[in-house]
């Protein structure tokens, strides 16, 4: 279940990464305790190593492929990501369910991709191709259960320096599900 969430949370950063890399070796662990019938923890820890099989270059323009700015056969980049949750059932009412995640999303702590070159107070720096900050995912959800066949889960989902960027802020996200079960 928390494998398929991750993966549901995680959709854009992995087409992303689909759509830029050839291989990608993804390890990942999960753990729960259920304490009491009641209150459970849980969460779950990845590591993810994507490697390119073939080069980009034949897509750049003339200005990137000058600059070596493009990932070559054979560059790979890793990835870790985690989140622990926090669930108590039949919260307040029979049926109901109160969580609590917080976690990081795949961040790219080491690369071998050629460094980018940025004009930093007008000289040419060379900026490794790793995630500098890190970003952070808050999500809190009530599920309540109105009848044997309705659920409504109200949740909020806030997320701390989005694409791992300290100058980004920081982004609100409120749903309303409804789930009919017949």
Not at 15 to 33: F, H, I, P, Q, S
Not at 85 to 110: A, H, M, R, Y
Not at 114 to 130: I, M, S, W, Y
């Amino acid at each position: 279940m928390h494998g398929e969430r991750l993966q549901e949370e995680f959709a854009d950063e992995l087409a992303t990464l689909r759509g830029r890399v050839d291989e990608l070796d993804a390890r990942t662990t999960k753990a729960n305790y259920k304490f009491n019938p009641q209150v459970a923890l849980g969460g779950w820890v990845g590591y993810s190593n994507a490697t390119a099989e073939t080069n980009a270059s034949s897509t750049l323009t003339a200005a990137q492929l000058a600059t070596g700015n493009f990932v070559r056969k054979g560059d790979s980049a890793d990835m870790f990501y985690w989140a622990a949750n926090f669930k108590v059932f039949d919260f307040i009412k029979e049926g109901n369910l109160l969580g609590i995640t917080f976690g990081q999303s795949p961040k790219v702590t080491d690369s071998d991709f050629a460094p980018t070159l940025r004009l930093v107070n007008g000289v040419a720096t060379k900026t490794e191709q790793k995630d500098a900050d890190t970003s952070y995912h808050l999500e809190a959800l009530y599920r309540m259960q109105i009848n044997d066949n309705v659920t409504v889960a109200p949740s909020l989902l806030v997320i701390f320096n989005p694409e791992h960027n300290s100058l980004n802020n920081t982004i609100y996200v409120g749903t309303l599900r409804t789930t009919f079960s017949f």
